[in-house]
C-alpha cells in the first residue's frame, strides 16, 4: 500500500515499504517517519512490541524498510494520522548518511544521487515528469508525429564555438545543439513534427540559468507561418501551466510557488519588437539579448511575453520579413518575472536561392549544409518551428532560485559528476 493511500483514511491493519526520513526515540516509543513516492507518515513502535521496537531503535535514517500496522487519527503527526506498527523490518540498512551538518550547494551536488532524495527535489520531478507528459498530450492531440533527430551530427545549427567535438571513429562529430534540422527534413513526409530530446552547447556561461547538457521539446510544421507558430506556443503554454496546476498543485504549493499567479496566465501574449524592446532597456545600438537584458524585459511582465523583428544576424535559417528585409521573421518568447528566455522560433528560409545567400551572408561552408540544402531543391514549402527549453520552463514554473534544481543529474561548465 501506497502512503498516500494510507493517509486518506482509517485502516485496522496496513502495510508500507519505504525509507526512513527521520527516526527518534522518547519514553519507550520509537518515533519513525517513513517515506516514499508518494508523501510521508509518521510510525510510532512501543516497547511493549519488543522486536519491532528493537529494529526501529538501531537504525539510521534511509534505511529502507517494511511496516505493518493500524493506521488511527493523529492530529500531532504529519497528514494528520500515523501508524501504531506491531511490524518493523529493516530490509537494507544504511551507513550514516551524509547528509548530516554539511548542507552546502556543492556538497549537496557531490553527492547529487543521494540528495536527489531530499522533498523539494522530488517535488520537482513529480513535476517534470508532468509537463513532459503534458508537452506529448499538447501535440497528439494538435495531430503532431513525435520522432527523433540525430545526435551525433557533423555542423552546426547555430554557433560552431560551442559545440562538443567528439571522436568518431577516423572522423570528427559534435554533439547535437539542436533537432531542428531533421525535423525540418521530416516534414515533407510527416507535416508536422516535433521531439524531446536533449541538447548540447559548450557555452562557458556560469549563470543560474545555463546548463551545458539540456532537455529541448522542439516542433516543425508545413503550411505553418512565423504567426501561426506564436499562436501554438501560447496554446502550448496555456496547455501546460493549467494541466500541471490541475495535476501537481500539491508540489507546486510545497516548493513555494504562488499558483495563483499562474493561474491568471491566458493567452494572447503581447509582441515586443525588437527594436522597442532596446528602446525600453535604453540601448542606442544593436546587441544580442543577454540574461541581463531578459531580466529587465521580463521582471515586471505578469505573463510570458514575445520578442519579435530580430535584426537577420540573428540566424541564418530564419525568413527575412519582406516588409524590412533588416528584421527576420523569428521570434523568442520570454517568462515573465525575469526568468528570460525559454522559447526560440519563426518562420524557415524555405526558398532555394534566398538559402544560399543567407548561408553566404554568414560565412559559412556551403559543403557542410548540402543536405539541409537539397531540403530546398525538392517541393520545398513554407515551414515554421520552435524550440522550448524545458528545464528552463520548468525553472520558471516553481519559480526556482537555479536551473540545476529542475534536472535531476546537472551538468554545467564545472560539473560532470555523478
Not at 534540422?181 to 507535416?191: K, N
Request: proline share 4%.
Amino acid at each position: 500500500m501506497k502512503i498516500k493511500e494510507v493517509l486518506s483514511r482509517e485502516f485496522d491493519e496496513c502495510e508500507i515499504k519505504g525509507w526512513i526520513y527521520r527516526i527518534r526515540n522518547s519514553g519507550g516509543l520509537a518515533f519513525a517517519v517513513i517515506r516514499d513516492s508518494t508523501g510521508i507518515i509518521q510510525v510510532t513502535v512501543k516497547k511493549s512490541a519488543e522486536k519491532a521496537y528493537e529494529s526501529a531503535s538501531s537504525a539510521r535514517i534511509e534505511s529502507s524498510v517494511r511496516v505493518k500496522g493500524k493506521v488511527r487519527k493523529d492530529a500531532r503527526a504529519p497528514g494528520g494520522y500515523e501508524i501504531e506498527c506491531d511490524e518493523f523490518e529493516v530490509i537494507s540498512p544504511a551507513e550514516k548518511f551524509p547528509i548530516q551538518k554539511d548542507w552546502s550547494e556543492e556538497h549537496l551536488l557531490d553527492i547529487r544521487h543521494l540528495s536527489i532524495r531530499r522533498k523539494r527535489l522530488t517535488n520537482i520531478f513529480k513535476i517534470r515528469s508532468r509537463v513532459f507528459k503534458s508537452l506529448r498530450d499538447f501535440f497528439e492531440n494538435e495531430g503532431f508525429f513525435e520522432t527523433q533527430g540525430a545526435m551525433f551530427v557533423t555542423s552546426a545549427g547555430e554557433s560552431g564555438s560551442t559545440l562538443f567535438k567528439v571522436p568518431y571513429f577516423n572522423k570528427t562529430a559534435y554533439l547535437t545543439q539542436s533537432s531542428q534540422f531533421y525535423l525540418e527534413a521530416l516534414i515533407y513526409s510527416l507535416e508536422k513534427v516535433y521531439t524531446m530530446a536533449p541538447s548540447f552547447r559548450a557555452e562557458k556561461s556560469r549563470t543560474r540559468r545555463h546548463l551545458t547538457e539540456y532537455w529541448h521539446c522542439e516542433a516543425e510544421a508545413a503550411w505553418y507561418s512565423n504567426e501561426d507558430m506564436m499562436k501554438l506556443e501560447e496554446k502550448m503554454i496555456d496547455w501546460v501551466i493549467h494541466d500541471v496546476i490541475d495535476t501537481k498543485k500539491e508540489e507546486l504549493e510545497e516548493v513555494g510557488r504562488d499558483v495563483s499567479v499562474l493561474e491568471r496566465i491566458k493567452p494572447p501574449f503581447e509582441r515586443l519588437r525588437y527594436r522597442d524592446a532596446l528602446k525600453e532597456l535604453g540601448i542606442t545600438e544593436e546587441i544580442e539579448f543577454g540574461a541581463d537584458e531578459e531580466r529587465a524585459l521580463g521582471i515586471k511582465r505578469k505573463k510570458p511575453f514575445f520578442v519579435v523583428d530580430f535584426p537577420r544576424s540573428k540566424g541564418f535559417y530564419h525568413k527575412l520579413n519582406p516588409e524590412d528585409p533588416t528584421t527576420l521573421l523569428c521570434h523568442d518568447m520570454l517568462a515573465p518575472e525575469g526568468y528570460g528566455e525559454i522559447i526560440g522560433g519563426g518562420e524557415r528560409v524555405w526558398d532555394l536561392k534566398e538559402i544560399l545567400s543567407r548561408i553566404k551572408e554568414f560565412d559559412l561552408n556551403e559543403k557542410d549544409y548540402e543536405w539541409y540544402i537539397d531540403l530546398r531543391r525538392y517541393g520545398s514549402v513554407p515551414h515554421a518551428g520552435f524550440g522550448l527549453g524545458i528545464d528552463r520552463f520548468i525553472m520558471w514554473l516553481i519559480k526556482g532560485e537555479h536551473i540545476r534544481e529542475t534536472i535531476p543529474f546537472p551538468r554545467t561548465i564545472n560539473r560532470i559528476y555523478p
